[in-house]
Nanobody, 117 residues
Framework: QVQLVESGGGLAQAGGSLGLSCTAS??????????VAWYRQAPGKQREFVARITMSGTTDYAAFVEGRFTISRDNTKNTVFLQMNSLKPEDTGRYSC?????????WGQGTQVTVSL
C-alpha cells in the first residue's frame, strides 16, 4: 500500500509560478515499470494527464505544457515535484499525483491550483 500526499497548490497570477510536491509513504521507484505522474481536472472537464517520470528518470509531458512545467524527483524523500512556470488561467484545476508501484496504482487526494488573470 502506498499513500500519496500532495502539497504546494494555491493561487497564482497568470505568468507566475507554483511548485507542487507529491510525497509517498514508501519508495516508488524500486522496480522497472514504476512511475509517478501528475494529472489535473478542471471544473466540468475530464481529468487529463500532465506529466510523468519513470524509474529510469525518463519524463514526458502533455502537449499543453509547452516547456512550462518540469517534473522531477528526490528518491531519498520519496517525493516527486512539479514545477509550473508561466502559468495560465487554463491551468486552473485540481492536480493529483498518481503512482504505479509494482503493478498497483495509487492516487493522492489532490491539491488545488488557481491561476487568475
Amino acid at each position: 500500500q502506498v499513500q500519496l500526499v500532495e502539497s504546494g497548490g494555491g493561487l497564482a497570477q497568470a505568468g507566475g509560478s507554483l511548485g507542487l510536491s507529491c510525497t509517498a509513504s514508501r519508495k516508488m521507484f524500486s522496480f522497472s515499470g514504476n512511475h509517478v505522474a501528475w494529472y489535473r481536472q478542471a471544473p466540468g472537464k475530464q481529468r487529463e494527464f500532465v506529466a510523468r517520470i519513470t524509474m529510469s528518470g525518463t519524463t514526458d509531458y502533455a502537449a499543453f505544457v509547452e516547456g512550462r512545467f518540469t517534473i522531477s524527483r528526490d528518491n531519498t524523500k520519496n517525493t516527486v515535484f512539479l514545477q509550473m512556470n508561466s502559468l495560465k488561467p487554463e491551468d486552473t484545476g485540481r492536480y493529483s499525483c498518481y503512482a504505479q508501484v509494482n503493478g498497483l496504482t495509487y492516487w493522492g487526494q489532490g491539491t488545488q491550483v488557481t491561476v487568475s488573470l
